[in-house]
């Protein structure tokens, strides 16, 4: 089952589509970077009646600095850690003055998300606030000038993970981590696959709870690859089961949206210079465990 | 009408932040505080409140949450205890450098290590670069009249404010407390606007980054509004005597008029004093007190001004700060500040300083006049006297 591309044509320019542009252009964000395409898809989708939080995060900057900004929404910026408190905090201040139709979004990184900010996150759904949360997954801490984060895959090279001795730990499975949370609303998407994205945040938007979206965000500084490749980076990532397109809802059903092709993860790895050093065992091992946790996706799809 | 009970200075907490007609509260459990959101979650069940009541899972997130609402246009409260206190220290500069008109209530409570939950001021002292007005309570009215002040004043100045009070001392003692009738308070604190909010009508964007081209003149701005927050807790509290009968300054002499030496006080040890001073008093010891409420913004021209203008000229010859609370390699936060404020004073008087009660150790009538005699044998003050210390 797939969920309706109905918004726009597979291949049709964002362009074409008729929601309103909330993210104007000058904002700060590098060529190609993928957390950019992702805000500008999902606002669209979102509306105006929305209120946005952003923590520390390449985010924290791409709005511009004071007195400009790029979002025709009203935004939040927050300390690093906050984002599910802070998302709180604005929904209970909403609702309390009778605005309980306004969304509320945070918007925050894989390291605000699986590392530091976890914890309040883990609380705001465990409340099942009535809040989107987004993760923007570069995977890795990109602001800062790419340091590993518990988002960085195996065998990766980062700032702190030099060649020698990359990345050693495996990527934190969040997905499984908020499915269980048994929140209404749990899904990954990328910019690759816009109708995808978009139409998943027209589904949140309808959904009351906890909603949590994972998308795959390139970042071409960090994934040391050519921005005019990123869009291609992204969908391989997809097509060889490294990042699987699905969506639980109540920590229970399971829907694959996107139907890979299951190409090889070489072909994922080899366009990108964060993996350039990986050796032959190195890819073995990680063509091995990406096609596990595919199956465990499909398994869980096929009981649903 | 106005009510008297008898109530835990806690619950006193608790009754300022209904009066106030607080919209969202986020909290943690903590003691000495905790029995402040038990209440009000009582309150609030009761449907004498209505607010939000988001129960977070640190004091971290309770702050982050407390900052998000009031962005968002609610009236806000947290409360908290050392710490808690110390977790918040990150959020409390977004919530002051954000222009956050919330009220935190913090008992004061020791830092650990060791364990300790009794009463020492160093959790709020030390938070003293945050930009938060700071607000030091000798009774269990006070906390109540000042929890209902706190908010009119946040929201005068933009900035938030810290109620202080001691852990058990005040906390968990029972005094008898002038409870206002809401209808007074909604005229005394009108409903919460503030000028810019979280509003998809008006988009404005929050606390961005901000370059060495603009960070300073905010600073500059917030400091101008810390400067006018003496006034305008002045302008507060005269209106809140005007209403309730009771009056409130930033400081407040006791026995000054004709005193050699003052014993400078915050918090409930100013109570112990005051009964250290009347018993010295009928000795014949010209002594008085200073009781400061306010630490910041400091009230270094109050200060002055209450030490350099007493009737007929008349000259403090000492004045001995009493310090429950240590910045180590510092000394007495208290005595610190009041050496400054009165440095190049030609009138000012010998500072001298103390530290006693850490950790919730009692002080008695008998430990301030250990002070006392130390300061009045003394002719220079050297470095802090520790009271009550085994050695
Ligand atoms: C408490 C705290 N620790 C560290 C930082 C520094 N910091 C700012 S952004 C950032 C990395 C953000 O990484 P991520 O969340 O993955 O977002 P990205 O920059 O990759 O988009 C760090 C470490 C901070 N702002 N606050
Ligand atoms: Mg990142």
């Not at chain 1, 990527?171 to 990954?188: G, L, Q, S």
């Not at chain 2, 702050?63 to 409260?77: C, L, V, Y």
Request: charged share 25%; with cysteine.
């Amino acid at each position: 089952m797939r969920t309706d591309p109905h918004l726009f044509k597979q291949g049709e320019a964002i362009q074409n589509y008729e929601q309103k542009e909330l993210m104007t252009s000058g904002h700060l964000a590098c060529p190609g970077c993928g957390g950019a395409l992702a805000m500008r898809m999902a606002l669209k989708e979102l509306g105006e009646d929305l209120v946005v939080v952003i923590p520390a995060c390449c985010w924290a900057v791409i709005p511009g600095p004071f007195p400009y900004s790029n979002m025709k929404v009203p935004l939040m910026h927050t300390a690093f850690e906050t984002t599910g408190a802070v998302i709180s905090g604005v929904r209970a201040a909403l609702d309390i003055q009778g605005k309980t139709e306004t969304q509320v979004m945070g918007w925050a990184g894989d390291g605000g998300t699986f590392d530091i900010g976890l914890q309040a996150l883990s609380a705001a759904a465990e409340r099942n606030e009535n809040v989107i949360y987004v993760c923007y997954d570069n995977e890795a801490y990109m602001n800062t000038g790419i340091q590993r984060s518990s988002a960085t895959p195996e065998y990766t090279w980062t700032t702190t993970t030099p060649t020698e001795f990359p990345e050693a730990s495996p990527k934190k499975n969040i997905d499984r981590i908020m499915a269980a949370h048994a929140i209404p609303y749990m899904a990954t998407t990328s910019p690759a696959y816009p109708h995808d994205l978009m139409a998943k945040f027209k589904k949140a938007k309808e959904i009351k709870g906890f909603r949590f979206i994972h998308i795959l965000a390139s970042c071409t500084a960090g994934w040391k690859i050519d921005s005019a490749r990123s869009i291609e980076v992204m969908r391989l990532a997809t097509e060889t089961n490294a990042f699987p397109i699905y969506e639980v809802e109540d920590g229970e059903k399971y829907t694959i949206n996107i139907e890979p092709k299951g190409l090889p993860i070489n072909d994922y790895l080899k366009l990108q210079g964060r993996f350039r050093h990986m050796n032959d065992q190195q890819r073995e091992s990680t063509q091995r465990s990406v096609t596990k946790n595919w199956e465990w996706i499909k398994k869980q799809a096929s009981n649903s | 009408m106005s009510k008297k009970e008898v109530l835990m200075g806690n619950h006193a907490t608790s009754y300022g932040v209904q009066l106030a007609r607080t919209q969202v509260i986020a909290a943690y459990p903590i003691t000495p505080q905790t029995q402040i959101v038990e209440e009000l979650s009582e309150i609030c069940a009761r449907g004498d409140l209505d607010a939000k009541f988001i129960k977070v899972e640190s004091e971290h997130s309770a702050m982050a949450a407390t900052i998000a609402a009031s962005k968002a246009g609610a009236r806000a409260f947290t409360a908290t205890s050392s710490q808690g206190l110390a977790l918040m220290h990150e959020l409390l500069f977004w919530a002051a450098y954000g222009r956050c008109p919330i009220v935190l209530c913090n008992v004061n409570r020791a830092m650990a290590p060791g364990w300790s939950i009794w009463s020492d001021q160093t959790d709020s002292l030390a938070q003293r670069d945050t930009g938060w007005i700071q607000i030091y309570c000798e009774t269990n009215q006070e906390v109540l009249d000042n929890m209902i002040m706190a908010f009119k004043l946040a929201e005068t100045v933009n900035l938030p404010v810290m109620v202080v009070y001691d852990a058990f001392i005040l906390s968990h003692t029972y005094e008898p407390v002038e409870i206002p009738d809401i209808s007074e308070v909604d005229k005394f604190l009108p409903p919460f606007k503030p000028k810019y909010k979280l509003d998809p009508s008006a988009p404005y964007t929050f606390d961005p980054l901000c370059t060495p081209d603009n960070y300073m003149e905010f600073r500059h701005i917030m400091e101008e509004a810390h400067e006018g927050t003496k006034k305008a807790y002045l302008d507060v509290a005269k209106d809140f005597s005007k209403r309730f009968k009771r009056k409130y300054g930033i400081l407040e002499l006791i026995d000054a008029e004709d005193a050699d030496i003052l014993l400078v006080t915050s918090g409930s040890m100013t109570s112990t004093t005051r009964v250290a001073v009347q018993q010295l008093r009928k000795q014949g010891e010209k002594v008085g007190i200073c009781k400061l409420r306010m630490f910041r913004p400091f009230p270094t021209e109050a200060l002055k001004d209450a030490i350099g203008n007493l009737n007929g000229g008349h000259r403090i010859e000492k004045i001995a700060v009493l310090d429950r609370n240590i910045s180590h390699g510092g000394g007495g936060i208290w005595s610190k500040e009041i050496k400054g404020a009165l440095f190049g004073m030609s009138t000012a008087p010998k500072v001298f300083s103390y530290h006693l009660g850490l950790g919730g150790r009692d002080i008695t009538p008998d430990t301030i006049k250990e002070a006392y005699e130390h300061v009045k044998n003394n002719d220079q003050p050297k470095e802090t006297v520790w009271i009550g210390l085994k050695r």
